[in-house]
């Protein structure tokens, strides 16, 4: 089974970001969208997992929410990967994210124990909200992104971070179905 393990979103972060992206799309035609019910913060793409991985992998999650001590996301910044130039991802994302970095550093290496690989490129706080599948104008990229941008400051992102989800991802015609597996919460203090 494919999967990974995200922080799920707020209802209304993803109502915001939905409409950030209704900003975007008429000029950005050619991008495919991430639909709203499917916005969240990933924290490691485990890719296919076997049945005796899924059993430790939650272990893993339900050892590290009780371990994890409960904060706040603020999403403050919109951006491309890699570039404006060659941009593949479009992302929302946060500035001040220690505490999701350390989580995704925990997970990392807990996973890498029963024979999860690690990531090779440093991970990066972000909520992907589109595809590009075919080049962009540069120029009219960074024109939408600017103007999003505004809309996001605008905006109050910040919510709880209440766990951490296990997601099975399956892909469909119609795009990926993701279901839960496993959720773990917070220790609230």
Not at 41 to 67: C, H, N, V, W
Not at 141 to 164: S, Y
């Amino acid at each position: 089974m494919r999967a990974f393990i995200a922080i799920e979103l707020a209802p209304a972060i993803k109502d915001t970001l939905a409409k950030i992206q209704d900003g975007l799309k008429p000029g950005l035609p050619k991008v495919s969208w991430v639909k709203p019910q499917n916005l969240h913060l990933t924290l490691k793409f485990l890719g296919d997992i076997s049945s005796p991985q899924l059993k430790e992998i939650k272990r893993i999650i339900a050892e590290t929410g009780q371990e994890t001590p409960a904060f706040k996301i603020k999403l403050d910044d919109l951006g491309v990967f890699p570039g404006l130039r060659q941009a593949r991802i479009i992302w929302a994302g946060i500035s001040r994210d220690i505490p999701v970095k350390q989580l995704a550093g925990t997970l990392e290496t807990k996973l890498s124990r029963i024979g999860i690989a690690k990531e090779k490129r440093e991970f990066s706080s972000h909520i992907t909200i589109a595809r590009v599948k075919n080049p962009l104008d540069p120029a009219n990229l960074e024109t939408g992104l600017k103007k999003a941008k505004n809309d996001l400051l605008g905006a109050n992102l910040e919510f709880n971070a209440g766990g951490i989800t296990l997601f099975e991802s399956v892909l469909e015609a119609q795009g990926p179905v993701y279901t839960v597996l496993e959720k773990a919460n917070f220790n609230i203090t």
